[in-house]
């Protein structure tokens, strides 16, 4: 498969701080994305359609009684390790992950620990493709996690993407909307490369003579 350009782009694209969360993990604090972020992500990228998630293997590696919170109540902590398979198209990607599961019902902490490891897997499959997955967050210096203004920015640009392409080919009206949104993309700080990608597009739409 070859992905198209608004797709290489998408993928190239930093990661929206907004998608960011972070949680205390083993006294330090740990940044990750949401499951549901990921998989809306691929649904927005790839299409509803043109991708698959796998569960190749999926295993319990632990399970004891241990006390849970400060009651001490007795309870379960359960493990689990799992290993997905994303496809998009005929590129294929792995990515294994572990969940935890702590319950006073034994079932309820399997049942959890087993979603936790679908879901760690699946996101470290997916990372793989590139920045709105994950990546970004690989890189201590986080130069592909964008700041509000990046994210303004960035959202203008997809949504200017959109637009052109959901205009008719060989359509004259898309010469006087890209005319009308020169001031729009000084406001939003476009970049040349952004502009000239956005420009490209536009001339690709335009009936012949006029692109001549």
């Known amino acids: 498969m070859s992905f198209s350009e608004q797709q ?90 572990a969940g935890h599961g702590i319950d006073r019902d034994l079932g309820q902490a399997h049942e959890s620990a087993i979603k936790e490891a679908e879901t760690d897997a699946m996101k470290r499959a997916f990372m793989t493709f590139g920045n709105p997955f994950g990546l970004a967050l690989y890189d201590k210096e986080r130069t592909n996690v964008a700041d509000e203004a990046d994210e303004s920015r960035l959202r203008y640009v997809s949504d200017c993407m959109v637009k052109i392409a959901n205009f008719p080919d060989q359509d004259p009206r898309i010469l006087p909307w890209w005319d009308g949104e020169k001031q729009a993309r000084r406001d939003f700080g476009l970049t040349s490369d952004e502009v000239n990608k956005l420009k490209e597009m536009v001339i690709a739409k335009l009936p012949k003579k006029a692109a001549a």
Request: with cysteine.
């Open 8 to 97: 290489k782009n998408d993928l190239a694209a930093k990661l929206p701080m907004s998608a960011v969360k972070s949680r205390d993990q083993a006294g330090r604090q740990v940044s990750y994305v949401e499951g549901w972020h990921v998989i809306a992500e691929a649904n927005r990228i790839f299409g509803f359609d043109n991708w698959t998630r796998e569960t190749l293997d999926v295993r319990c590696v632990a399970e004891k009684d241990r006390e849970i919170g400060k009651a001490k109540l007795p309870g379960f902590g359960v493990t689990y390790i799992c290993k997905v398979r994303i496809i998009v198209g005929g590129v294929a990607r792995e990515g294994c992950g």
